[in-house]
């Protein structure tokens, strides 16, 4: 069977592994339901056949707002099937986001749940687009303007086979957004092939095979599972707050099924290992563990790492929504080699790029670059823009023509290269380092500053449980400037002491001697996808706020 996008995938395990457990889902009462790759197979082609009945094709934009579960895996596999383009919210990123992203995507058709259906006719989403429209909930009887699920699946008819509808992997197959950390979130569009890029990545770089037990925190992600064969454990827990899952419902599940891989977000991983250090917790089954969607502090996975078996380490693997993965590290190396040049403010290293993607750096640009000047790269250790290029490389945002020229730069041959809006450098051993998002930077009398090197330098002291750079303006002009956000049990500490100290550590390095304004925040903004990503200009809008 040629394999032509994701859910050729699950199609291929379904006849290998038809009675294996596909999907466990976690209910709050601390029961699992359980469903196998049999069971997937079947109930995504039952949907896929509804459907198409009810006028969903080949190309066909559907908005999908439903929580993960069973609903949702049957939901997309079956778009994909069908050649579908699914169009992936999340619903934490606020009604005047969710409007702009129904708004630019266009959907044709809108499939959620009772919550999202009643916002959807409140706020009109997608109301010139939307002419289908399907609702998960029994309640979807009493509204006569949308199917239920269920009917649309007992519509049906004949059973759909997956082979009687081709797809090019060109084809666009999904818009996935953005987190919208450093603005609007933005519409990224995926070819089928993407998908199975990232597939391919992930099974190659961590090692991961069939009848592996993934424990999945974040709903995108977990949908790759199936497609390499493993068994998805779905975790009691809101998704648009992972910074505030149980510990103890995660540990439940990892021990319950012997999960080989857990995924979580930094505010997660850190809120577990928290946990599991206090009560002395091990996760002996843990092959690996892999948290992304932003920086993982070294005290962060030390404490993790605790939990785990001998040998099995903490991932941190580095990409973005428009390419993903683009590399990736273990804890062993940050904790024994790369921490303490993160500590000097050097920036925090990312590994070596994984096999299928080339990385390069070019000079800090605002300017769109339509061509590819590979004479324009950087030298090792001096750091610039980060550019990408492989088959995980998406090729545009969704009726975003200005943002993507300016992210887009094309070689000679036509090939995509994707500027990854963050700074950073190669080191001599070919390892990336992460310095900060471009967006973030503080200029100050011709000199930038990056955010992740000066937070580096101030992060190492034990009160602190984060920093972020700043800019305000004093007398007229931008200087950099630092928020602190303290760990709980210093909150109430001698601010004038804590301030001297924290000046004397930045005096001992030359990009951060010259930081003399600090700000203490009480719980830093974050972006709702991951609960990691720092809002730097709202905390510099509310610093400006303090100065006289």
Same mark, same amino acid.
């Given at each position: ?192 092939a993407n998908f199975l890029a990232q597939v391919d990545a992930l099974k190659s770089e961590f090692n991961i095979s069939p009848g592996e037990v993934d424990l999945a925190t974040f709903p995108l992600f977990a949908l790759y599972a199936p497609a390499m064969g493993m068994t998805s454990i779905i975790p009691d827990m809101n998704f648009t707050q992972p ?11 990892? +021990? ?76 062993r190396e940050i904790l024994t080699e790369t921490r303490k040049d993160t500590d000097a403010g050097k920036g925090i290293c990312v590994g070596k790029p994984v096999s299928s993607i080339t990385v390069h750096i070019i000079p800090l640009s605002n300017e769109a670059i339509p061509n590819w000047e590979p004479a324009s790269t950087l030298k090792p250790f ?16 969704? +009726? ?130 991951? +609960? ?17």
């Amino acid at each position: 069977m040629e394999i032509t996008n994701i859910a050729t995938h699950l199609s291929i395990m379904a006849k290998a592994q038809p009675d294996n457990l596909a999907i466990t889902i976690q209910k709050p009462s601390g029961k699992f339901t359980e469903h196998s790759y049999r069971q997937l197979e079947e109930y995504s082609n039952r949907i896929a056949a509804g459907l198409i009945k009810n006028g969903i094709k080949k190309g066909t934009r559907v908005a999908l707002m439903v929580q993960p579960g069973w609903e949702f895996f049957g939901i997309v596999f079956a778009l994909f099937k069908i050649g579908a383009v699914l169009i992936a919210i999340d619903p934490g990123l606020g009604i005047r986001g969710l409007k702009k992203c129904l708004e630019e995507s266009e959907p044709q058709a809108f499939i959620g749940i009772l919550k999202a259906d009643i916002a959807r006719r409140i706020f009109k989403w997608g109301k010139q687009t939307i002419f289908i429209r399907i609702m998960v909930s029994p309640l979807a009887k009493y509204f006569s303007d949308v199917l239920s699920l269920n009917t649309v699946i007992a519509t049906a008819g004949q059973p759909f086979d997956p082979a009687s509808i081709t797809t090019d992997k060109k084809e666009m197959a999904a818009i996935l957004f953005t987190s919208g950390s450093t603005g609007i979130p933005k519409g990224v569009v995926y070819s089928h092939a993407n998908f199975l890029a990232q597939v391919d990545a992930l099974k190659s770089e961590f090692n991961i095979s069939p009848g592996e037990v993934d424990l999945a925190t974040f709903p995108l992600f977990a949908l790759y599972a199936p497609a390499m064969g493993m068994t998805s454990i779905i975790p009691d827990m809101n998704f648009t707050q992972p910074g505030k899952a149980s510990p103890k419902k995660l540990f439940t599940a990892i +021990n319950q099924y012997q999960a080989t891989t857990m995924f979580g977000s930094p505010a997660l991983i850190d809120r577990a290992g928290r946990y599991g250090d206090k009560h002395n917790i091990t996760l002996p089954t843990l092959k690996r563990v892999l948290s992304a969607g932003a920086p993982v502090s070294p005290r962060v996975l030390a404490r993790y790492e605790r939990l785990l078996a001998e040998n099995v380490q903490v991932f941190t693997p580095y990409g973005a929504t428009e390419c993903l993965p683009v590399a990736s590290i273990g804890s062993r190396e940050i904790l024994t080699e790369t921490r303490k040049d993160t500590d000097a403010g050097k920036g925090i290293c990312v590994g070596k790029p994984v096999s299928s993607i080339t990385v390069h750096i070019i000079p800090l640009s605002n300017e769109a670059i339509p061509n590819w000047e590979p004479a324009s790269t950087l030298k090792p250790f001096v750091p610039g823009e980060i550019v990408v290029q492989g088959p995980q490389v998406t090729s545009r945002y969704y +009726n975003r023509s200005t943002e993507t020229s300016l992210a887009k730069i094309y070689d000679d041959k036509g090939n995509i290269l994707h500027r990854m809006g963050d700074t950073g450098y190669l080191d001599d051993k070919g390892r990336l380092w992460f310095c900060g998002r471009k967006a973030h930077c503080v200029v100050h009398k011709k000199q930038v500053y990056y955010s992740i090197c000066c937070e580096g330098v101030f992060n190492v002291h034990h009160k602190v449980f984060r920093t972020a750079l700043i800019g305000v303006k004093k007398n007229g002009e931008t200087v950099p400037a630092i928020c602190v956000e303290l760990e709980d049990d210093y909150y109430g500490d001698n601010k004038k002491l804590l301030i001297k100290e924290l000046m004397e550590i930045g005096n001992e390095f030359e990009h951060t001697k010259v930081i003399k304004d600090f700000f203490f925040h009480p719980s830093f903004p974050v972006d709702i996808r991951h +609960n990691a990503k720092i809002d730097r200009h709202k905390l510099a809008a509310w610093a400006q706020r303090r100065i006289p």
